[in-house]
């Protein structure tokens, strides 16, 4: 946090300059307290689902469903959540589905291209 600085203008008169105005001494800048690093995340984003579909029309369909999924924030029919859990092996949570889906697209072109 920094000092805090107010402004409050000379005269009724746009055309004149701001001035400046310092806070009173209660809203003095504090000294920084000491900062404790803070704790790594309790779970660790896998780039990879549990399972990556081997079969290309799997993978397409994978990362068709990973993408409706983050688009409609997990909301779909069970059918397709089932879909997704029986291609990759888990439901991912809203947060991992973006890495997940752009995982396997890297992974199909990888397998397209050869």
Excluded at 22 to 41: D, G, K, L, N, V
Aim: overall charge positive; charged content about 25%.
């Amino acid at each position: 946090m920094g000092m805090q600085v107010l402004f409050k203008r000379a005269s009724a008169s746009p055309a004149r300059a701001l001035q400046r105005v310092e806070p009173p001494p209660t809203q003095q800048a504090r000294p920084a307290r000491e900062q404790r690093p803070s704790a790594p995340p309790l779970a660790v984003v896998p780039e990879l689902p549990p399972r990556v579909p081997e079969d290309i029309e799997e993978l397409e369909e994978a990362v068709c469903l990973l993408g409706a999924y983050c688009k409609a924030n997990g909301r779909m029919k069970a059918v397709h959540l089932e879909t997704i859990k029986l291609l990759v092996g888990a439901l991912p949570r809203l947060q991992d589905a973006p890495s997940w889906k752009s995982a396997l697209k890297k992974r199909r072109s990888v397998l397209v291209h050869t």
